[in-house]
């Protein structure tokens, strides 16, 4: 029994070392900034900073369709290109098979592609 904890060891000290490292890492800034006084909230602190001027509308206003559209093929084209980097370094091994199923794979990329490209998904207004 008591080697079987043992085995366990390295793991609960793995645990409270990342529990103690990541209650220290949201604790310590808290503490230092209200030690240090950056937590008094006054109107220049509260103002606007990321543009250099006021917001024209409402933060909850609502953004045009084509935004996600574009940013969600940006992603879909983006990973799937991220996937051709592993497969050109394994290619040797996987051979003949595996070079048929990429080619598969980017006809079929292709083809999302040719349809986003038809239906005006990549053009902006």
């Known amino acids: 029994m008591a080697s079987v904890a043992a085995g366990y060891l390295p ?3 793995f645990l409270a070392v990342a529990l103690a490292l990541s209650t220290a890492f949201v604790v310590l800034p808290m503490l230092v900034s209200r ?3 950056t937590h008094k909230p006054d109107a220049e602190k509260l103002s606007e900073y990321e543009c250099g001027f006021p917001a024209f509308e409402d933060s909850r206003a609502q953004f045009d369709v084509r935004f996600y559209l574009v940013a969600i093929l940006f992603i879909v084209f983006d990973l799937e290109a991220a996937f ?3 497969w ?3 290619l040797m091994g996987t051979g003949w098979t595996g070079w048929i199923a990429m080619m598969i ?3 079929e990329l292709a083809l999302g592609l040719a349809y986003a490209w038809n239906k005006g998904a990549l053009e902006w207004e």
Do not use: N
Request: aromatic share 14%; no cysteine.
């Open 84 to 86: 051709l980097y592993p």
């Open 11 to 13: 793991i609960l000290l």
């Open 105 to 107: 794979f980017l006809a």
């Open 35 to 37: 030690l240090t006084g």
């Open 88 to 90: 050109a370094v394994s």
